[in-house]
């Protein structure tokens, strides 16, 4: 059974950073295309980025400059390191492969970026 717990989310001003990680268990991870994801109140979930099992990265629009996203093979775990947090990324943060998996969603990880 695959989990995928996120972690990391906080309280953060504008202009500040986090990093956000994601572990997974019961899959194999190394072959898997993995993604983070965001919802914001009143919003749909929207698609952050993504890396490849090859390492390739992808970033949604919005995030591209201030977001990295990495992996970490051997311990199952994404990142996505935040910089230059801006009032507009407050949301709850998801990992998950790419393209998403309906059943696999977690709980995520509240990010608050708020003066």
């Known amino acids: 059974q695959v989990q995928l717990v996120e972690s990391g989310g906080g309280l953060v001003q504008p202009g500040g950073s986090l990093r956000l990680s994601c572990t997974a268990s019961?899959?194999?991870?190394?072959?898997?295309?993995m993604g983070w994801y965001r919802q914001a109140p009143g919003k749909q979930r929207e698609w952050v980025a993504t890396?490849?099992?090859?390492?390739?990265?992808n970033y949604a629009v919005p995030v591209k400059g201030r977001f990295t996203i990495s992996r970490d093979n051997a311990k199952k775990t994404v990142y996505l390191q935040m910089i230059r947090l801006k009032t507009e990324y407050t949301a709850v943060y998801y990992c998950?492969?790419?393209?998403?998996?309906?059943?696999?969603w977690g709980q995520g990880t509240q990010v608050t970026v708020s003066s």
């Open positions: 998950n492969y790419f393209p998403a998996v309906g059943s696999y």
């Open positions: 019961g899959t194999i991870f190394t072959i898997y295309n």
């Open positions: 890396v490849t099992s090859g390492g390739t990265t």
